[in-house]
């Protein structure tokens, strides 16, 4: 509970406020930030996300390569038979890429419960830095001030259409985005290395 009395340091409690409303607020833009409010509020989820980005980056492209390898095997493993050597890497290939393809097809349903989950973490966790925040300071005087009023508006997004508790979730899409893209890219440059950078360059164009 906030503690009664009155204000004796106005200087010093607007200053202890701003700072801690300011470390509770999480902008989409200060993506170090964001992360470092997630890994405080939990651990786990930080590293569940993390591995939704590597998955949302690798899958892809691996079920694509494994299926493209599938293809040049083919002539040799109908030459040779199932039971070859070109047959059973054909096979291989194949089960690679579909159980790849097959676990990418859940990015959705997975970065869904992610976002529920994440989301209902991150407002608790913020709720109780803007509760220790506000409760810092003795008195009242501080919930009047419209200057603090505005950053905690900030803080739990009502001035926004966005949340700050979807933060998280919303970097992990792009950064998973952004790593399957930039592995695309180096695919086509162990064909053709002018021709991955062609694509990089056009890639980085759309998606600065």
Do not use: K
């Not at 998280?168 to 695309?184: F, N």
Request: proline share 5%.
């Amino acid at each position: 509970m906030c503690r009664a009395g009155l204000v004796t340091d106005p200087g010093g409690w607007r200053g202890r406020l701003t700072g801690a409303v300011r470390g509770a607020r999480v902008s989409g833009s200060v993506r170090l930030r964001v992360v470092h409010l997630l890994w405080e509020v939990s651990p786990g989820l930080a590293v569940a996300l993390g591995l939704f980005v590597l998955a949302d980056g690798i899958l892809p492209n691996l079920a694509w390569i494994a299926l493209g390898a599938s293809t040049g095997r083919i002539p040799a493993a109908v030459t040779d038979g199932l039971g070859s050597a070109a047959g059973r890497a054909l096979l291989l290939s194949l089960a690679v890429g579909a159980a790849a393809y097959g676990v990418s097809l859940l990015r959705t349903p997975a970065q869904d419960l992610l976002e529920a989950h994440c989301s209902a973490v991150m407002s608790a966790g913020m709720q109780r830095r803007l509760a220790r925040a506000v409760c810092g300071p003795a008195g009242i005087e501080h919930l009047e001030d419209p200057a603090v009023l505005d950053q905690l508006s900030a803080a739990t997004g009502e001035l926004t259409t966005t949340r700050p508790a979807d933060a998280p979730v919303a970097l992990a899409g792009v950064l998973g985005d952004r790593l399957g893209g930039l592995g695309a890219c180096v695919v086509l440059a162990t064909f053709r290395w002018w021709l991955g950078l062609l694509f990089l360059a056009g890639w980085l164009a759309v998606r600065p």
